[in-house]
């Protein structure tokens, strides 16, 4: 049974990167999950379901952090779906759900955007450029083709291969320009030996351009850069929402936890009362 599950395993990958349109590290995230959690849960053949019971795997993964093994569990609650969906009747055992905290984004000021720019070559630049002013995924920036760039648009296809157009600043844009003049790119925006640039290219570039000026910085903080100062500057979360590509308003909302709690700070030192009893 175990050997017919893993060949259904392959399948799910297959149809997640297909039909869904995930990202490698996240298929890479999924295969890891599904695989381990194969290796250790219990497997029994019910007169009219399968039935897996998690609970070998749940005691195996016990000292991870909660958000950790939400992730894990969400995969095979994926997996075990698509099996019901393609002719399995599967049933999962001890399938808990984790609660976990949502936490807060940690975005780069705009200074230090700024202040690590000023040492970069024009393609380090670029790369990010594009994440900070149109608050990509890297798999998104990764997959950008030359066609997708219009005048003042950005066309990204994000997570389930769902397309949305995002307003491209006219330095943006200029930069993008010459940038293609020095460029052998002939598809992509950012290309390597006549294919795309990987992501892990993608995001060694931002690693090395805010090292420079002693930040550890990820692809991911210059997304929550950008809706950050969207609506801390007034921006309606509907707006943010559908330019993030977020399937769910609860995610964006997230981000307005976080402005406010700037705001909180700012009001902390500024307004005059608020050292009073110091």
Same mark, same amino acid.
């Given at each position: ?38 290796? &250790? ?67 780069? $000021? ?82 390597? !030996? ?5 992501? !892990? ?45 977020? $399937? ?19 009001? !902390?030192?500024?307004?005059?009362? &608020?050292?009073?009893?110091?």
């Amino acid at each position: 049974m175990k050997k017919l599950l893993d060949r259904q395993r392959i399948a799910f990958l297959e149809f997640l990167e297909s039909f869904k349109g995930y990202s490698d590290l996240t298929l890479e995230s999924y295969d890891a999950s599904i695989k381990e959690a194969l290796a &250790c849960i219990e497997i029994v053949q019910e007169e009219e379901h399968l039935l897996l019971n998690l609970m070998p795997y749940r005691i195996k993964i016990a000292h991870l952090n909660a958000k950790t093994i939400s992730k894990k569990l969400s995969a095979i609650r994926s997996f075990v779906e698509y099996l019901n969906d393609n002719g399995f009747f599967v049933v999962l055992k001890a399938d808990s759900s984790v609660k976990i905290a949502k936490t807060l984004p940690k975005p780069i $000021s705009h200074e230090h955007i700024m202040q690590a720019l000023e040492h970069t070559q024009i393609e380090e630049r670029l790369v990010v450029l594009m994440l900070y002013t149109l608050g990509l995924r890297i798999s998104e920036l990764a997959n950008i083709k030359i066609s997708d760039i219009s005048a003042e648009w950005v066309r990204v296809i994000g997570k389930g291969n769902k397309q949305r157009d995002i307003p491209l600043l006219a330095s943006t844009k200029a930069l993008i320009e010459s940038y293609l003049q020095s460029s052998t790119a002939k598809k992509f925006l950012f290309e390597k !030996n006549r294919g795309k640039l990987s992501e !892990n290219s993608l995001r060694y570039i931002v690693t090395k351009v805010f090292e420079r000026v002693a930040l550890k910085v990820t692809p991911h903080q210059l997304r929550h850069s950008y809706a950050t100062a969207l609506l801390n500057s007034g921006a309606p979360i509907v707006d943010v929402s559908e330019l993030l590509g977020h $399937s769910s308003m609860a995610t964006t909302q997230i981000y307005t936890k976080l402005g406010s709690a700037l705001k909180q700070q700012n009001y !902390n030192k500024a307004h005059p009362l &608020c050292g009073a009893g110091e």
